[in-house]
């Protein structure tokens, strides 16, 4: 089984800093793992995704995030935060062998500051 | 940029009545899904398809049904709406290639009174 857990319902980061989402995941085999980021009033976009090749993963927008077995983490960053950014970003997983059988977290909500 | 589209956006609707949530993407995708999204929740998947004259329930129970019978359309319907069922549903497709990603529609919001 797979689950998933976001760190955080709500992160504040003032414009210019350093965004990081945290997401730990849980599964019993070998997952892929991604981050969707949802503006108001619209669907969810994918980010970035990992499936099994580097480890370090650049998405759009200037994210990436790292894949840590060890620490089953899957953490979002970008170094400079925009007002843009401002958002609800989930965090899911899939298993390898079921790609579109995909468990989302309950999202955070990034605010950018001023 | 994906083309996948939910119609209607908004729909306020009285407890009893009969809806349709419509879905339709351009790209080909075999597979399409539906979640249910409550304010600040996770997404939780209803139903899915693989393909036309495929339907399949997700994780999460839900009282209404979906039909697949042309590869580009996937409605939802609710044969009497009641106010439980008010929540965001997002429609979703995806190739059958490994990897391939997911792609979602902007969404209806429903609202039962």
């Known amino acids: 089984a797979q689950s998933v857990t976001q760190l955080g319902s709500h992160v504040s980061v003032s414009e210019g800093a350093l965004v990081l989402l945290r997401c730990n995941y849980s599964?019993?085999?070998?997952?892929?793992l991604f981050w969707y980021v949802q503006y108001p009033n619209q669907g969810l976009q994918l980010l970035l995704k990992y499936t099994s090749a580097a480890t370090l993963v650049k998405g759009i927008n200037g994210f990436e995030a790292e894949f840590k077995k060890s620490e089953t983490s899957f953490h979002l960053t970008k170094p400079s935060a925009h007002m843009s950014d401002a958002a609800e970003y989930f965090c899911a997983v899939s298993p390898m062998n079921r790609d579109d059988k995909i468990i989302f977290g309950k999202g955070t909500r990034l605010h950018i500051l001023p | 940029e994906a083309d996948i589209y939910q119609t209607p956006r908004y729909l306020v609707i009285g407890t009893g009545k009969k809806i349709t949530l419509e879905c339709s993407q351009t790209m080909g995708h075999d597979k399409m899904y539906w979640y249910q999204q409550d304010p600040g929740m996770e997404l939780h998947l209803i139903h899915y398809s693989y393909g036309v004259n495929s339907t399949e329930k997700g994780d999460l129970s839900s009282e209404s049904t979906v039909s697949r019978i042309r590869t580009e359309h996937f409605p939802l319907t609710l044969e009497s709406a009641r106010p439980s069922h008010t929540s965001q549903y997002l429609c979703?497709?995806?190739?059958?290639?490994?990897?391939?990603?997911?792609?979602f529609g902007p969404g209806t919001r429903l609202l039962v009174l």
């Open positions: 979703a497709s995806k190739a059958s290639v490994p990897e391939e990603t997911q792609y």
């Open positions: 599964s019993s085999v070998p997952p892929y």
